[in-house]
């Protein structure tokens, strides 16, 4: 056995919050071995990003390691001095971190910045420079070099920062959330890239996620943090099979995995939420939401044992935990009950076009203002008790048509009929009984409450305002909105900064639903949550449809939460629909090419998207997909608009390439993930 | 944030509690001058002319013979009312113009704070004289000029926090039921510009206070013989050899006062913030 | 800043006349010559005859003894120093020394020697016959001839010139030396006031054909120019050959330039001068405390006019004026406002410097503010009487305006005081055009003077429409008559008159304040301190 790269010994660190001193990573040992991938994986809150700050020894000034140490190839890190610190800053350790936005000189030029960050003699360093951006596949260094940050797309700013990471020979990698901030397709490249690249460099790479497939795609090992804790180390496969924690057992279960489907499969959420580090209980930090927990584990807190020599777990009774959830077979899932739901609500043609702001100098040459076309003639149908799911990437119009829907946004010409009505494009004029029968949620539960008004009052108004009541008869009917998205009635009185982030979005939820909308419209309404919570939400939105028969407009970018959650999907790329139908089929061969993009992403063997600087820039004709489509398009796609394609079973793909074709193609890619 | 809270807010610490002590001192001063002021503040006696303090005139009189802590006493309550009714009408206009026509947007607002724009570009105490020189030198006058100076800043402040908030979900919650503009602006809106109004509102009462003795020592503002604490420094001026009581006591009264004001405004604000971030 | 604030506002409204048309440019220059730029004249004068006052020279120090030591004297800025452009204290101070009057005014207004040796004036008053002294010569050792004057007076009064004399001299028809030296001046009419028109500031005799005035310097004054920094000092020497005996005391005269006065106080009381000629009342009696330092008071016959618009309510009502002075107490006023400093006033411009005309015959009512109030009361104002009253920012006259008003509230006469930058208060005739106001009127050296432009119907100035046929008949006759006893009995009835139904209050005169170190011998305070005579200090 080599030495490893990285050894963390008993790390605790703490962040000085007022007066007192919080512990939000504790006891954390761990090793990385050259070459080797370790992810860590844990919710919001686990203290995943504060350890690996405090491995580069990069915490900010209120936090501190109080215990434990750091090695780097046998040197402690955390004594070192400033200049010491600086010169492995430089040398040995990098970071790419979650926005690297924030992370580049907006003021430099991306080459300035490379060289400095190479450094050494001039030239040399500029050749470099040239030779690490054509290392992460940027396809004209010396243009990139010449740009400043903003200039350069999220995937494109990324592959800077990676470059910037990985040139020389570093030991130590920390990727944190490199590509949260990041479409899945740009993602699925990304994490190719950083794969091919550590396998090349082979540094010890520590891999920080939410998001358990990238994890599960990228590392070697995999370490599971909870509530400051590592409650489970293993080598990703065994971990991901066979969890010996029940909280690993827990995030494996919340996940909406593929052949699982809302009316049928329930998912397994863990109970209760992550305790603040102020307030840990006395034994295993997880006893609380645990359903193995006894009084055991609440009096005595498990150290990590190692079950086999790589496996280790912080669990009492880690031999109770029961293997992963067995799959479904896939031919469990049929078609949704109430398939013979009636019309409730259809666009004709929607498009919204926005003007970008044009320079006075253009504006006094009579230049007409440059527009981007959000929606370009969206047709689109949902049904009564039936769940609709949109899926694209962001830019694709999905929002700006949920928008559109709602009345937030005006479109700039089609139609919109609620039971065969057509709307008001304006919110304003719209009637109550039409503002009633059509809600939304919004993506994010943080801004979705104002912090100013308790729970109930957020209840209270659309009760008065649509629902017609008085005070009195609304305030009666607040304790059943709160059972109904399962929250406590006590929380009437609480107010947002009191309340989680999921149990926001259960709020939002309530006030959406309060007033029993036709059609509640959820736009990207579980993607800000962790998975635990995510499958709770999930679990609820299943059940309220089932209760009171409304209909979802789903809007998402994830393609497993669509799988699990809707009836009927259209897939959507900048502003058009460019397949549509029911879930089974649209997620089945023959795939639009785009579709089978977003599918694939999350396999290292998928189909990649050609990446371009300004996709919409040209084709305003052809295809919109046209210049990053991967199946090598014809000449036709550039200049003409695709047809629609029935594959049947309502199924539609607006493609050139003969549904045939594409299915035979597709087939081999898919059995072969 | 609760009212005990806001209350102990006052009092976090020490210069925050001596901050808050010296504003309730003058506020009881101009509350109860009349009980506790020995003398008229206007009235004169040619026979005490630039007495130094004494157990008869605490604080001395002036050229006039007339009493100075009593002026001092009523100039507290002419002061406060001023500078305090001021700050309170700035902030109420501010307030209405910056959430309404920074909710409603376009040209609307483009048009007003481009005008206010053009307000702040002067400075506070040449916009003042320009406005005194108009309209005459009054309290009237006075209470405009910090209305006019004031509204502008008040207005800003609220704007960016309202376009902070304009975008939120729970703005757009409240369009998605179709309320009014005046529930969006005061029952949604409002709530949440509160807490930075507070500071804002004890920022601008301190600057206030210098605006108005400034006012009075320009000779542009309250007009003698009001005992107007910025008029009293202004007439103290040529004396100050023969009777420097007359000029130390105006001077350290506005002294004390903005001191005490700001620092009672700083650890409002601290508290605020701290509440906020919570 | 150098002239007086009220010679400045007069002057400004004035040239607004002139540019509105309403006031001929002849009747402006004569206004500006009367501002006490002229020294002016009393009706001292005796008409007709001959008169040879005797010198009255001083030699303060023992003849025998050269000039010793060093005079430094603060002073406002001098703009420039042409003679015949001469306005300001500090321009007529520095050209007082440098050069000499044909005739001066002494500290009582008399009419004394000076290049002029002696005079005779013709019986029918319109020929005078000025003998220059022996031995004069000018700094550039050239002797001091009669032609010298001629072309001086010529210079000054020559139309084409417009100099601000010329309306001055329009009178004298001719100018003659009869010989060296003696000089005939020849007057188209009569003027008893001529020997103070010779006397003007402005006259200042330079040497014939002089190329530069305003740079040359060569005069025949006691003091010779060394060096002159135009924002800093000027430097001159003793005229060692001046032909008035012990003349001056000082071997070096420097007059250093403040335009602060407060600052020139600090440099006295710092010992960097010697004597300061004006300063406020507080600055004075902060001195008046220090210790080595004597203060110097002088009475003038300037005065701050608290005035009524007479024509029209409520100032029509001669109740109302007869009540607004009952509730005046003029005592208290000089006690609080002018710390006692000059004279009480009696509500006429005829102050107690004005020995000769000067009646207490009609006593002042004592001060009864229930009096006032039924006045009032009978004038239809029961429940009190509201006024606004406009006041300049300058001077003493805020601290006036507030007294007033707590005088007059306890008549029920509630005044709104209203301080106005003396721009605003004299600009576009606001000081004319508002009922009540308060206005500075500087000193004079003759009381017809203020009747003439003040007080009688339809006067420039008549800030307070006062119009009154019995007053304008005597203001007429006390102007014209040559018999002095009427003048006399003319000036007590105008007293009276002013007392009983004029709509003014004078509550005070000031007084000229000036300070020198202890140590300084031989100064003679003036009202007008430009006037000062230096050349008798001795240090």
């Known amino acids: ?673 | 944030m609760k009212l005990s809270r806001f209350v102990r807010a006052f009092f976090a610490d020490l210069a925050t509690a001596t901050g808050t002590t010296i504003v309730i001192l003058f506020l009881g001063l101009a509350l109860f001058g009349p009980l506790i002021a020995p003398y008229s503040p206007t009235r004169q006696n040619a026979d005490a002319i630039r007495l130094p303090p004494s157990t008869t005139h605490v604080l001395g009189t002036d050229r006039l013979g007339r009493d100075l802590f009593s002026r001092i006493i009523y100039g507290a309550r002419d002061i406060l009312l001023l500078a305090g009714g001021g700050t309170i009408l700035a902030v109420l206009s501010g307030t209405l113009i910056g959430v309404s026509v920074t909710y409603l947007g376009g040209w609307l607002e483009e048009l007003v704070f481009r005008i206010f724009d053009g307000l702040l570009a002067l400075p506070a105490l040449l916009l003042a004289l320009l406005l005194l020189g108009t309209v005459g030198p009054s309290r009237s006058g006075v209470l405009l000029v910090i209305v006019v100076v004031y509204t502008p800043i008040v207005a800003r402040v609220v704007r960016s926090v309202v376009l902070s908030l304009k975008p939120r979900g729970f703005i757009e919650a409240a369009r998605m039921r179709g309320e009014r503009l005046g529930y969006i602006l005061w029952r949604e809106l409002l709530p949440l510009v509160a807490p930075t109004l507070a500071v804002e509102a004890a920022l601008r009462f301190s600057y206030a206070i210098f605006l108005v003795a400034s006012l009075g020592f320009l000779g542009v503002g309250v007009q003698p013989p009001s005992p107007d604490w910025g008029l009293m420094v202004l007439e103290a001026r040529n004396e100050f050899a023969l009777a420097p009581w007359s000029l130390y006591a105006p001077a350290a009264a506005i002294a004390l006062l903005v001191i005490g004001v700001n620092l009672m405004a700083e650890g409002v604000r601290r508290a605020i913030r701290e509440d906020v971030t919570r | ?539």
């Not at chain 1, 699990?564 to 502003?575: I, N």
């Open chain 1, 1 to 673: 056995m080599t030495i490893p790269v990285l050894t963390v010994n008993n790390l605790t660190v703490a962040y000085r919050v007022g007066q007192q001193e919080l512990a939000v990573v504790r006891e954390v040992s761990l090793a990385v071995h050259e070459g080797e991938i370790l992810g860590i994986v844990g919710e919001s809150g686990s203290g995943k990003s504060t350890l690996g700050l405090a491995i580069l020894q990069a915490l900010p000034s209120t936090g501190r390691i109080c215990a434990g140490q750091v090695f780097l190839d046998g040197v402690e890190l955390t004594g070192l001095s400033g200049s010491a610190r600086r010169a492995l800053w430089a040398n040995s350790l990098r970071l790419v971190p979650q926005n690297p936005l924030a992370a580049l000189n907006p003021t430099m030029r991306i080459g300035e910045q490379l060289i400095e960050a190479i450094g050494g003699d001039r030239t040399t360093a500029t050749a470099q420079a040239i030779n690490v951006l054509k290392r992460v596949h940027i396809p004209d260094p010396a243009r990139v070099m010449r740009s400043y940050p903003h200039e350069l797309s999220g995937g494109m700013q990324q592959r800077v920062m990676i470059a910037m990471a990985l040139h020389g020979t570093p030991r130590l990698l920390v990727l944190d959330e490199p590509t949260t901030s990041l479409d899945v397709t740009t993602e699925a490249a990304v994490i190719d890239l950083l794969a091919e690249l550590i396998a090349e460099k082979q540094p010890a790479t520590i891999f920080i996620s939410h998001n358990l497939g990238l994890v599960a795609r990228l590392a070697t090992r995999t370490a599971v943090m909870y509530a400051g804790e590592l409650v489970e180390v293993a080598p990703t496969a065994p971990l991901f099979d066979r969890p010996r924690h029940p909280y690993t057992q827990g995030l494996l279960q919340s996940l909406p995995r593929p052949g699982l489907r809302y009316d049928h499969h329930p998912l397994h959420p863990i109970n209760g939420t992550i305790p603040a580090p102020g307030a840990l209980p006395a034994g295993c930090v997880f006893a609380p939401r645990c359903s193995l927990a006894d009084e055991r584990c609440r009096r005595e807190r498990p150290s990590l044992i190692a079950i086999t020599e790589h496996h280790l777990t912080r669990c009492h009774y880690w031999q109770q935990v029961t293997q992963g959830v067995p799959l479904p077979s896939v031919a469990a899932s049929s078609m949704s009950s109430n398939g013979n739901g009636q019309v409730l609500l259809t666009t004709h043609h929607l498009t919204k076009t926005i003007a970008r702001r044009q320079s006075l100098f253009d504006k006094l040459r009579g230049q007409p203002a440059p527009v981007v076309k959000a929606l370009a003639g969206v047709d689109l149908t949902v049904h009564r008790n039936r769940i609709l799911g949109v899926v694209g990437e962001s830019g694709s119009g999905k929002t700006t048509l949920a928008r559109c829907l709602i009345g937030l946004s005006e479109p700039s010409s089609g139609t919109i009929k609620l039971l065969d009505i057509p709307l008001a494009p304006s919110i304003q004029r719209r009637s109550r009984e039409e503002l009633r029968r059509l809600q939304m949620v919004l993506q994010n539960p943080q801004e979705a409450l104002n912090p100013a008004l308790t729970v109930g009052e957020a209840l209270l108004r659309p009760l008065i305002r649509l629902g017609r009541m008085n005070r009195r008869e609304a305030r009666q009917r607040i304790p059943e909105l709160l059972r109904l998205v399962k929250l406590p009635p006590d929380y009437i009185d609480r107010r947002p900064a009191q309340l989680s982030g999921g149990e926001k979005q259960r709020v939002a939820i309530a006030r959406a639903l309060a007033t029993m909308p036709d059609l509640l419209l959820l736009d990207e309404a579980v993607s800000a949550l962790d998975v635990s919570v995510q499958a709770a939400v999930l679990n609820l939105l299943a059940e309220v449809k089932e209760r009171t028969g409304v209909s979802y407009l789903f809007i998402t970018h994830d393609l497993a939460v669509v799988s699990y959650l809707a009836d009927e999907v259209v897939v959507m790329y900048r502003g058009q629909i460019v397949e549509s139908g029911p879930v089974q089929a649209v997620l089945a061969p023959p795939l639009h090419p785009y579709t089978e993009a977003l599918l694939t992403a999350t396999s290292s063997r998928g189909v990649r998207l050609r990446e371009v600087e300004e996709p919409d820039s040209l084709s305003e004709s052809g295809c919109p997909f046209y210049r990053r489509c991967p199946r090598t398009p014809g000449d036709i796609c550039a200049t003409t608009p695709p047809p629609w394609r029935d594959a049947g079973n309502g199924h539609r793909i607006r493609c050139y390439i003969p549904l045939e074709e594409l299915q035979i193609i597709q087939r081999s890619v898919l059995i072969e993930l």
């Open chain 3, 1 to 539: 800043m150098s002239l007086s604030e009220e010679q400045q506002h007069v002057l400004q409204v004035a040239r607004a006349e002139v540019l509105s048309g309403r006031m001929s440019r002849r009747a402006f220059l004569r206004l500006g010559l009367a501002l006490g730029l002229s020294a002016g004249a009393t009706a001292l004068v005796a008409c007709g005859g001959t008169s040879t006052p005797a010198p009255t020279a001083t030699a303060p120090i023992a003849a025998g003894s050269g000039p010793t030591g060093r005079l430094r004297v603060a002073s406002e800025i001098p703009v420039q120093l042409d003679p015949a452009f001469a306005s300001s204290d500090a321009e007529i101070l520095i050209l007082n020394h440098v050069y000499d009057y044909l005739v001066d005014i002494d500290a009582t207004n008399a009419v004394v020697p000076r290049l002029a040796r002696e005079w005779t004036i013709s019986e029918d008053g319109l020929r005078y016959r000025l003998v220059l002294a022996p031995g004069v010569t000018f700094h550039d050792g050239s002797p001091l001839t009669a032609a010298d004057v001629v072309w001086t007076f010529n210079r000054l009064r020559d139309p084409a010139l417009q100099l601000p004399t010329a309306d001055l001299y329009a009178n004298i028809a001719d100018i003659a030396a009869d010989g060296d030296n003696a000089v005939v001046f020849t007057l188209a009419e009569a003027n008893p006031f001529f020997l103070y028109d010779l006397s003007d500031n402005h006259a200042l005799v330079l040497r014939a054909e002089s190329e530069n005035p305003a740079t040359a310097f060569n005069g025949t004054g006691p003091f010779r120019v060394v060096e002159y920094r135009t924002e800093n000092r000027i430097e001159l020497a003793a005229n060692t050959t001046y032909f008035q005996a012990g003349k001056p005391a000082v071997a070096n005269l420097e007059i250093i330039f403040f335009a602060d006065q407060a600052a020139a106080v600090d440099a006295l009381r710092g010992g960097q001068v010697d004597l300061v000629l004006r300063m406020p009342t507080p600055l004075f009696q902060t001195l008046q405390q220090e210790s080595g330092i004597v203060t110097v008071q002088t009475p003038t016959n300037g005065f701050d006019l608290v005035r009524l618009r007479a024509d029209r309510e409520p100032g029509n009502k001669p109740e109302v004026i007869r009540a607004l002075k009952l509730a005046t107490d003029r005592e208290a006023i000089f006690r609080q406002v002018k710390a006692g400093l000059g004279a009480i006033g009696r509500d006429s411009p005829i102050g107690p410097l004005f020995s000769a005309y000067y009646s207490e015959e009609t006593p002042l009512p004592p001060r009864d503010p229930a009096a006032a109030r039924e006045l009032l009361a009978r004038a239809g104002y029961a429940n009190g009487l509201q006024l606004d009253l406009h006041v300049p920012d300058s001077g003493d006259r805020p601290d006036l305006a507030v007294v007033l008003k707590e005088q007059w509230a306890e008549a029920g006469i509630n005044v709104n005081v209203i301080v106005e930058p003396e721009s605003v208060y004299y600009g576009d005739n606001g000081w004319l055009e508002v009922d009540l106001g308060i206005t500075g009127w500087g000193s004079r050296p003759v009381p017809q003077f203020y009747l003439d432009v003040m007080l009688v119907s339809g006067a420039i100035w008549n800030e307070s429409r006062f119009s009154d046929p019995e007053f304008d008949a005597l203001a007429a006759t006390a102007r014209t008559t040559l018999d002095e006893a009427e003048r006399v009995r003319a000036y007590r009835e105008i007293q009276r008159i002013l007392i009983e139904r004029g709509p003014i209050i004078i509550p005070y005169f000031f007084a000229q304040l000036s300070a020198h170190r202890a140590g300084l011998r031989g100064y003679v305070a003036k009202a007008f301190p430009g006037r000062t005579d230096l050349a008798t200090i001795a240090v």
